[in-house]
């Protein structure tokens, strides 16, 4: 019987198989963006100590297992959600005159901050920023980038048109325009504002930037 010399023939080489690329890369958007929504559900119906990985899977569809692929804890998924807020921020308003803007403006987040999520979310939230500083730092820095993206553009505008000086303490103008809206609608927690509360404020806003 005569064999080959170059032995039994050769198979020909495997092909590299493609491996599936793990981690973010195969992470759907769309089930990351329903697993930030079921957040805000969340903590708006049970509020962050109640709140649960299990809870927030439910609400979103999906399995715990898709929630830890993207979070390793409760804290940071909050975290990440808390500090997207400045991302989202508010749109600039674009009147024409400061007063017309910082009116817009007080508009816009007095409605915001009265949605029912919010109203429930924000207090819950800063009673967890008391006691945990990674929650308050990413809180502070959701609400104060946000509001600050806007208000430095309402000072832009107003600047260029000449109702305000170049050298505005940028500080002081953030919290001359966003300190009062928040003081009673997120500390006090005050009902809708009454009639011609939003216009006077604004007016008054306006008159005190310029004074500076």
Known sequence: ????????????????????????????PDVTEAIRAAVFEELAAVGYARMS????????GVGKTAVYRRWRSKLHLVLDVVSAMAVLGLPAPDTGSLEGDLR???EVTSRAL??????????????????NPEIAEAFQ??????????ASKVIAAATARGELTPDLDPDLALDLISGPLYWRSVVIRSPKPPKGYLEKLARATAGALKAL
């Open 141 to 150: 820095k959701a609400l104060r980038d946000g509001q600050e993206g806007v």
């Open 53 to 60: 990985i299990e809870g927030i899977a439910r609400r979103a």
């Open 104 to 106: 817009l403006l007080y």
């Open 114 to 131: 009265r949605h029912p999520v919010a109203s429930q979310i924000i207090p819950d939230l800063q009673a967890e920023a008391a006691r």
């Open 1 to 28: 019987m005569t064999t080959n010399a170059a032995g039994p023939a050769a198979e020909p080489p495997q092909r590299a198989r493609r491996r599936t690329p793990a981690g973010a890369a195969v992470l759907r």
